[in-house]
T-cell receptor, first 111, second 115 residues
C-alpha cells in the first residue's frame, strides 16, 4: 500500500515557470525524500528533509515540510525542458529501513 | 561498478515461463531492495535484504516470487510460472547503510512483459 499521495497527478507548464508539487502522508516520519524518474529510467534521489527541518534548498529545488499537516511540497524554480519527469515523494513511516511511495506527479515542461 | 546495474533491461516471457532478474548493487552497499512498478504508479515494495539476510519479504505477491542475495552483493529476483499480472517494471535499489532510511540508488529497472 502507498502512504504518500502527490498532487497534482499531472502538471504542464511553460519553460521558465515555477513548478510546485505536493505530497501528503499518513503516519509519523523520521524523514521525507523526493525522487525524480525520467521516462523508462530508474529513480534518482533529489533531496531528503528530516522531520525536524521545515525547509531545505538544493540548487533550483526548494522543499518544505509541515509535520503538523503531514505534508511536503517540492518547488522547482525556473523550470527547464530537462525537468520533464515524474516526481515521487517517499516517507519512512518511522521504519528503520522501508520507504513508502506515492503515485507521483508527472511534470511536463513545454518549450 | 559506479551505479546499480540491472539485467535484462527488457524481458518478454510467455505465460507459464520462469524468469530471473539480476541486480548488481553498488559495491559495499549493505541494503538492497526490490520494487515492482506498474505504469503510472510509484514503486511497490517487494523485499529487503541486509547483506545476505532477507529481512522482509512481505511485499512478494505470491509464492511464485523468490529473491536471494547469497553473498551479500548480487541479488536475483525469480518469478516462476509467470502470469500476465506480473507484467511490470522491477526496480532494484541499494543503500550504503543497513539501518535508518536514507538515499536509495536505483537501477534502470527490468521491464517484464508476460504474453
Amino acid at each position: 500500500s502507498q502512504q504518500g499521495e502527490e498532487d497534482p497527478q499531472a502538471l504542464s507548464i511553460q519553460e521558465g515557470e515555477n513548478a510546485t508539487m505536493n505530497c501528503s502522508y499518513k503516519t509519523s516520519i523520521n524523514n521525507l525524500q523526493w525522487y525524480r524518474q525520467n521516462s523508462g529510467r530508474g529513480l534518482v534521489h533529489l533531496i531528503l528533509i528530516r522531520s525536524n527541518e521545515r525547509e531545505k534548498h538544493s540548487g533550483r529545488l526548494r522543499v518544505t515540510l509541515d509535520t503538523s499537516k503531514k505534508s511536503s511540497s517540492l518547488l522547482i524554480t525556473a523550470s527547464r525542458a530537462a525537468d520533464t519527469a515524474s516526481y515521487f515523494c517517499a516517507t519512512d513511516g518511522g521504519s528503520n529501513y522501508q520507504l513508502i511511495w506515492g503515485a507521483g506527479t508527472k511534470l511536463i515542461i513545454k518549450p | 561498478g559506479a551505479g546499480v546495474s540491472q539485467s535484462p533491461r527488457y524481458k518478454v516471457a510467455k505465460r507459464g515461463q520462469d524468469v530471473a532478474l539480476r541486480c548488481d548493487p553498488i559495491s559495499g552497499h549493505v541494503s538492497l531492495f526490490w520494487y515492482q512498478q506498474a505504469l503510472g504508479q510509484g514503486p511497490e515494495f517487494l523485499t529487503y535484504f541486509q547483506n545476505e539476510a532477507q529481512l522482509d519479504k512481505s511485499g512478494l505477491p505470491s509464492d511464485r516470487f523468490f529473491a536471494e542475495r547469497p553473498e551479500g552483493s548480487v541479488s536475483t529476483l525469480k518469478i516462476q510460472r509467470t502470469q500476465q499480472e506480473d507484467s511490470a517494471v522491477y526496480l532494484c535499489a541499494s543503500r550504503l547503510a543497513g539501518v535508518r532510511t536514507g538515499e536509495l540508488f536505483f537501477g534502470e529497472g527490468s521491464r517484464l512483459t508476460v504474453l
